[in-house]
């Protein structure tokens, strides 16, 4: 049976940093999967992959192994606008996890491997760029 750790092995990136995003607009990235062990799946066909947040969305292609993620930047909070009415950019971190199978005998026994991004949201990129 295989571990969470060996199984992390087989993406070949488990973060990824986005740089600078601006609010609202959308950022797409991808994980790429490279492991023998299939993607768990739920009866109905659907793959058991979840995100940390509803702004991001998660679509995995097993012919590709390419695990595709679209991140919508969430604008600024009104608690982080109440503590700095002049905030310009935020820092935040999401989270994927992608389930295996990894004892055929339990398909309930699933391992949750993490892949994560990060991103320094912007009000509006273009006058905080050089």
Do not use: W
């Not at 492991?35 to 058991?48: E, K, L, R, S, W």
């Amino acid at each position: 049976m295989k571990t969470i750790a060996e199984l992390k092995e087989y993406f070949r990136y488990t973060y990824l940093d986005l740089g600078p995003v601006e609010v609202n607009v959308p950022q797409k990235l991808s994980f790429y999967y490279e492991g023998d062990t299939p993607v768990a799946q739920h009866p109905n066909g659907v793959f058991i992959i979840g995100a940390s947040c509803s702004c991001t969305l998660v679509d995995y292609n097993p012919e590709t192994r390419e695990l595709k993620v679209e991140y919508l930047p969430a604008k600024f909070s009104k608690a982080q606008l109440d503590n700095d009415p002049n905030m310009e950019k935020y820092r935040t971190s999401k989270f994927i996890s992608v389930h295996f199978n990894v004892d055929p005998d339990n398909p309930k026994d699933l391992l949750a491997v993490p892949l994560s991004f990060a991103a320094t949201v912007f009000k509006d990129l273009t006058k905080n760029l050089p």
